[in-house]
C-alpha cells in the first residue's frame, strides 16, 4: 500500500538514489577486482524531461565510486553526493540551498537509507523491487524494476499527472 497522493503540480526538485534505483542493485566485480555497475539509458531521458520544465536533478547515494561521478558528469547532473550516510541532512541542504520545502521535493530510492527521506518529501516513490515496507511510504511505485528505467517511469508520471507529458514531448517531434 502506498501513501495518499501529492498535488498535481511538478515538483521543484527531483532527486535520487542510484543502486536498486537506475541500476539492478547488484555488485559486479572483475578478475581485476574492479567494480561495474549497468546503467539503464533510458533513465537520461528523465533527466532531459525534467530538464526541459527547468527542474534541477540530483543524485544522492550510498556509495562512492568513479562510474555515479561519470554518470553525473555525462548527463550534466551538478548536484551529487556520493558516501552520504545522512541523506535528510543532505536534502535539507538542497531545500535551503533553493529555498523549497519538503513539499517540493520529489524523491526516488529503494532501501533503508532512502526510508527517512522517502517519508519527508512530497512526491516520493520506489522501484517495483523496493520491499514492501520501503514502498509503503511511497506515493508511487513503479512499473520497472530498478535499473530498468524506473527513475525515466518516475520521472514520466510526475510530469502525466501535473503538465502532461505533451508539454514535454513536442518538443522532440
Request: aromatic content about 10%; proline content about 4%; charged content about 20%.
Amino acid at each position: 500500500m502506498t501513501r495518499s497522493q501529492p498535488p498535481l503540480v511538478l515538483p521543484k526538485l527531483i532527486l535520487t538514489d542510484i543502486d536498486g534505483v537506475w541500476t539492478d542493485g547488484g555488485m559486479y566485480y572483475d578478475q581485476t577486482g574492479s567494480e561495474w555497475k549497468k546503467f539503464n539509458t533510458s533513465d537520461s531521458a528523465g533527466v532531459l524531461f525534467a530538464r526541459s520544465l527547468n527542474i534541477p536533478v540530483g543524485i544522492i547515494t550510498g556509495e562512492d565510486t568513479p562510474m555515479v561521478a561519470q554518470r553525473a558528469k555525462k548527463l550534466d547532473i551538478e548536484l551529487l553526493y556520493q558516501g552520504v550516510i545522512n541523506k535528510v541532512a543532505v536534502v535539507e541542504g538542497w531545500v535551503q540551498q533553493y529555498r523549497i520545502t519538503w513539499d517540493d521535493v520529489a524523491y526516488i530510492g529503494d532501501d533503508l537509507g532512502d526510508w527517512r527521506v522517502l517519508e519527508r518529501v512530497g512526491f516520493a516513490a520506489t522501484p517495483q523491487t523496493a520491499p514492501s515496507y520501503i514502498q509503503s511510504s511511497a506515493h508511487y511505485v513503479t512499473t520497472k524494476r530498478g535499473g530498468e528505467g524506473a527513475f525515466r517511469e518516475f520521472v514520466e508520471w510526475l510530469i502525466e499527472r501535473s503538465v502532461g507529458m505533451n508539454a514535454v514531448l513536442n518538443s522532440y517531434r
